[in-house]
């Protein structure tokens, strides 16, 4: 059911963004408690903020649903339903990425958490807060498309930052870690932090292309 | 073209069902052949399956290329014609990704084949049936929409617990390989096997954007 | 703002296919300075190359930015704008790639360029090629689907040979490296060519999407 341009002049459903928000919120949350745990200096404390991220997940993984279900219920979608599909997934994989992030610092025990994880994580929780700025601006897309688009150009140049942080580490990494095996578990664990950029840039991507179609 | 509300009441084109279930078929076949693959104890028998499996990925290559032609041959499809190429192309994916991982038991000659590279593959048979489940229901897809949303999230589910056997397996490697060779050739077999199963949760996430569009 | 049928006997926006087109070129010319970066013997010539494709990468971003603003003040765009937003894209994720590679081997620091990589960056050569020659026909599409069906073809089989000079280095890596540092380096270091060689290839299914959809 794609919209034509007369359905525009319509009512519009409201409860997308409600829940597209709430994801937002959950995202939000989620890149907190990444950044306690790779700060983490004893096992028990990160596996305490893996059980919590994880439970955070769970919650991000309800609302795709409510959201998919919403799509098929509702006639009138204020955008093509699978634009809102496919942002509500992408946004999920920021908060499964980082579920795997914690999940795999709890499992390979490493001796150390790299430093530089906690930059990825702080990186993240910008990038997290670009992304709800701009969900709570979609409702008002047309008004406010510019500003929009700038925090997407931010998640852009937040991903870059990230990337270098990324590769100074893996340098660091490749001239200071003498224990191969320690060395792919940090490499593991910081990719996974790293690729969740990457994602958290991808919804960038798919706001702007909301924008291109709509605004 | 884009399908218009009028032209779902037309007479639809019925060849890419077909198609898509040939598709499926080789899907099904290929993560059958893999699960012996990995089950190999001499090299020989690795050849053996990966040749087999090699030959079903050419012929899904085929398949693909069929769709492609009828796609742009024919004047109304029973979806956008861009969801049928889209959804092709990711089954296709899979299979590539099982071809891979096969390849590379062949080409790496690892000591020897990790144990959890079972289950994986079993994981992956059981995404297959649900792909080829959802596939088979794709023609009647108002009627079935609920069924096929389930096996969907099935595949979701599944690539969960694929999840969590890569993560396992990795805890394991880590904490039992000494040699950082044999690692890393492991840890890249079994990298492919988990990124085919996220590939067909990703099959599962484009039928259900088909739902969310004609359903 | 989606096509209807009616708007494809209005006059079409011409300026989208010369943007188009600069982004191709940079490609290009990236994809000739990679094959002279993996060459270098020496630290210095590695820097210089690196220091030239991030120039052109930065120019290629700002190609992107300006296709994002053009699709967003034109009425009426020969395809569905979020098709050109998102060939755009992928084509500049082609020189990411690319960069980023240059920037691995700058701080990796390698003890030597795996000799494969030449093979994989005359690869990453002839699929900026076709990518070229696809673009430069896209304005004439109808007329000729075929040729550029045959160019995203060949980026496919192009795709293959490539995959097979990446398993064949990491055969080749398995059975010859004993450094596990400098076998991590080498790996992250060819992975991202052969990554941008994948990401070439989407480059071609996302231009038979487009085929699907308008020729």
Redesign the interface.
Known sequence: ??NTFFSRFLPKEPKFFPLLKEGADILQKVSGLIIECVKSTDHESVVKYYKLIKEQERKADQVSNEI?DA??TTFITPFD??DI??LA?RMDDVIDGIT?CA??IA??KPKSIPVQAVGLAENLKESSGCISKAVDELDVLKKN?KKI?EYCNELHDLENKA?DIY??F??DL?EN??D??E???A??IMYELEKATDTAEHVG?II??I?????
């Open positions: 059911m794609t998919f799509l098929n339903r699978e599909n496919h997934n795997s999940k795999r499992l390979y498309a688009t990337d590769e100074h893996l340098m490749f870690e003498k191969g095996v060395l792919i578990k490499k593991e991507k702007k292309t924008i291109v179609k709509y605004a």
